[in-house]
């Protein structure tokens, strides 16, 4: 299954533990916007980022964000020239 990230689901998972991203930010020792970013969709992210906010809201990373599943039909198929 080939997948794409969606949009950002932070915003619900602090909602769900009742803290706010000024919270967050502080307990991460992060910039409020930086944040914002991520609620917002300005910004995805990275791997360890994610880890480390999941780790610290009591989620997992896959919580973090939608999952779209990306339909065989639509997946891009490389072909090396001359194999068949």
Excluded: F, W
């Excluded at 009742?18 to 970013?37: F, H, N, V, W, Y």
């Excluded at 360890?48 to 610290?56: G, K, M, R, S």
């Amino acid at each position: 299954m080939a997948i794409k990230v969606g949009r950002c689901l932070l915003q619900e998972q602090l909602i769900r533990i009742g803290s706010s991203p000024t919270d967050l930010a502080e307990r991460m020792d992060m910039k409020k916007s930086q944040i914002s970013d991520y609620i917002n969709n300005r910004r995805t992210m990275d791997l360890h980022t994610a880890y480390n906010i999941a780790n610290e809201i009591g989620c997992t990373v896959e919580d973090l964000y939608e999952l779209i599943e990306i339909p065989a039909s639509e997946r891009k198929r490389s072909r090396r020239k001359g194999r068949q």
